[in-house]
């Protein structure tokens, strides 16, 4: 990867394998950064080096699973499901302008 670079581990399994084995390469600024959704064990353990590295973006791929997780999925679905037939303004819609 060029020194410019950034990686995205957004995907589980072995696609990326040998990419999250070795980060060095972002300790050493051999590449620009990493933003990573998931990792080899979730959650990733405080002790972890990541944590520290400030051209390491970790966000929490496992936040949302509870056991209620399907009920409020389901549930925001029918409401979106009702707006969007009724003309309304979608709940949760990404803000291009925010980044999220």
Known sequence: MKPSAY???????SVSRRARADFS?????????????VVSQEPLQPENPLWKLDNAFITPHMSA???????????QLMENLQRWFAGD????????SRGY
């Open 65 to 75: 699973v509870s056991e209620h997780l399907w009920e409020r999925q389901t549930d």
């Open 89 to 96: 303004e979608l709940l949760n819609r990404v803000d291009l």
């Open 7 to 13: 990686f995205l581990e957004c995907v589980a399994g």
């Open 25 to 37: 390469a972002l300790a050493e600024r051999k590449i620009a950064g990493a933003a990573l959704d």
